[in-house]
Structure formats: C-alpha cells, structure tokens
C-alpha cells in the first residue's frame, strides 16, 4: 500500500507526516546503495544516491518528487542564491518542498582525517539560517557521508561545531544537536531547532557510513 501526505496540494508547508518517511526511505535506500569509495567526492555521490532514491520512492509510491541540484532563486530579482543538493517536492507549489543539503564528514587524505565539520555547519545548515534554501518554510535536512565510516564520531564533531556557532544558527538557549523526536530510536538521526523571524525551523540530521 502507497503512502499519502494529509496536507493539501496547494499547502504553504510541507507535509509533516512525510518527514518520518523521507528518513525511512534515505537510511534504507543507503542500505541497498553501492558505497562510495573513501575518495569520492560529494556532488558524485549525490548524484548516484539521487538516482537510487527516486527507484525506491517510485516502488513505495511516495506522493513527492526528487529534483537533484534545482536552482533557488531569490524571489523578485531571480538571482540564484544556490543549488540545493535534493529538493523533494510536493503538491503544486514550486516554493513549498523538503531540501537536504549533503555534506561529507571525517573526510581521509594523505592519512590524515579532516571532520570537516565545520563546512558542514557553514555551507550546509547555515544556508537553512540565511533563508538562502527553504526561505518562508519550517524545516529541511542535512544528510552527513561519513567517509571513514565512524559515524558516532562524526556526530560529536558536527555537535562541537554547532555549540560553538549556536548564535549565529539563531538556536535557543541551552539547546544543541538531539535526539530526533519522530525516530528516537535512531541513534545516527537526530535534530536542531533555530528560531526564525517568529517561527521555529527544524532541521533534521541524518548520518550514514560507508
């Protein structure tokens, strides 16, 4: 049996009751994906998990679609703001969707590891903060390769690099990066909350290892 999102087609914000079946569907798609090599590069990656993710949402017929690379422009002027790695579209509204922006994490060169967990949060979730991707929405995701495959470390290098930029990411006080509360049983998937112009943005985090 098909899954179906509540919201109507024409809704200013993205189905909630699709978030927790976007995770199921990328940490199972990851499962049955061909792994990267502890080289390749993240465009390429995405690339190839783009295609195997729109296999595995067709068989489940998931009610949306997967745009891989789309262009955000800024409204009125068209200036390109970025290309958001996968924007996963619903109903029939262009500006209503579900971007993650993939990073690679603990990335390993010349024998030496680099977290790179700082990229993560200034070239990933910051584009969420600046209203560069998901302008006037309340939620996206971030999905995290760990190339050297230790994805609890990973997380622990991305939450340092979150508590040392927690104002910049307009988080409220004594928050950080937690538990996810839809998949609590998830250790590698896990949230952060950012206050925005009057309203709470979620961003979902999702870490997977080769």
């Known amino acids: 049996m098909g899954y179906a999102g509540t919201a109507d087609s024409w809704a200013a914000l993205f189905p909630n009751d699709l ?7 990328v940490l ?3 499962n049955t994906f061909h792994k990267p090599s502890a080289d390749e590069l993240e465009v390429p990656i995405t690339r190839r998990f783009c295609v195997h993710l729109r296999g595995q949402k067709d068989r489940s017929r998931l009610p949306f679609n997967i745009v891989h690379e789309s262009e955000e422009l800024k409204e009125g002027s068209g200036e390109l703001l970025g290309r ?6 619903h109903g029939f509204r262009d500006d209503v969707y579900f971007a993650i922006e993939c990073k690679r994490l603990n990335v390993v060169s010349n024998g030496k590891r680099s ?10 979730m910051m584009r969420f903060i600046t209203g560069k991707y998901a302008g006037g929405l ?5 999905l995290g390769y760990v190339m050297d495959g230790n994805v609890s470390d990973a997380i622990d290098s991305v939450k340092g ?24 049983d998830l250790d590698h998937v896990k949230q952060t909350s ?3 112009s009057g309203k709470m943005f ?9």
Request: proline fraction near 3%; include cysteine.
């Open 202 to 210: 979620f961003i979902y985090h999702l870490f997977v290892g080769l």
């Open 138 to 142: 309340d939620k996206g995701g971030m």
């Open 194 to 196: 950012h206050q925005l």
């Open 115 to 124: 977290s790179l967990a700082g990229d993560y949060v200034e070239k990933g």
């Open 84 to 89: 958001i790695d996968l924007r996963l579209v």
């Open 161 to 184: 690099a979150i508590n040392s930029r927690s104002t910049d990411l307009a988080m409220p006080s004594g928050t950080s990066l937690s538990a996810c509360a839809i998949r609590a």
């Open 19 to 25: 978030v927790p079946k976007i995770i199921d569907l």
């Open 28 to 30: 199972e798609c990851w």
